[in-house]
Every structure is written in structure tokens, then in C-alpha cells.
């Protein structure tokens, strides 16, 4: 089992920067890639980030690409997601995941633990 606390979330104006992190526990952490996913009101929840279990290599969705950085520090069993000139269409919570798989994994399906989430809000 991995168990998985996302935080890091709040209110922000568009322009604005927030960084989330999710803390894990329970296996080894460093034997799993990490994502990060959102789901807006109303819509599926969607891929946004992911990064491998070396943290070597990283893999965005178009939408973030160029504004929002995945980082991991095996040593201190967290991921992190650096948001940058955020956008109020990315309002959304948004969730880290915890998959086993080594290659690129963009749907929900791909990921065996996931954390509560934690919410974003970007005002216009």
C-alpha cells in the first residue's frame, strides 16, 4: 500500500504561482512513477504531469507544457508540481497518483494509489 496527501492548494489570481506537493508513505516510494491529474466541476479528471521513479525523465499534457514543472526528492518521499502563470481554466482539485508502471501512463486507469486532492482556484 502507498498512501498518498496531497497539499499545497488554494486561491490565486491568474498570473499567479502555487506549488503542490504530495507526500507518500507506506512502500517504497522510489519503486513507483508519480502523475499528477485535475478534475474540473463537471468533467472527467484529466492527466496533467508525470515523472518517472528516477525523476530522469518528465512527460506534460499540452495544456501545462512550458508553465508547469514535476519534480520528486525520493529522499524526503514526495512529489511536487510547480504551477506557473496559471490560468482560471486550470480551477480545478487536483490529485497525485502512484503507478508501478514503467513507460508513460496518462489515464486514470494506469495508477493504482491515489491521494484526496487539493483544490486550486485561480480568479480571473
Not at 2 to 19: D, N, P, Y
Not at 31 to 50: C, L, N
Not at 59 to 85: E, H, P
Not at 97 to 118: F, K, S
Request: net charge neutral.
Amino acid at each position: 500500500q502507498v498512501q498518498l496527501v496531497e497539499s499545497g492548494g488554494g486561491l490565486v489570481q491568474a498570473g499567479g504561482s502555487l506549488r503542490l506537493s504530495c507526500a507518500a508513505s507506506g512502500r517504497t516510494f522510489s519503486s513507483y512513477a508519480m502523475g499528477w491529474f485535475r478534475q474540473a466541476p463537471g468533467k472527467e479528471r484529466e492527466f496533467v504531469a508525470e515523472i518517472s521513479w528516477s525523476g530522469g525523465n518528465t512527460y506534460y499534457a499540452d495544456s501545462v507544457k512550458g508553465r508547469f514543472t514535476i519534480s520528486r526528492d525520493n529522499a524526503k518521499n514526495t512529489v511536487y508540481l510547480q504551477m506557473n502563470s496559471l490560468k482560471p481554466e486550470d480551477t480545478a482539485v487536483y490529485y497525485c497518483a502512484a503507478t508501478p508502471l514503467d513507460t508513460i501512463v496518462v489515464v486514470t486507469e494506469g495508477y493504482d494509489y491515489w491521494g484526496q486532492g487539493t483544490q486550486v482556484t485561480v480568479s480571473s
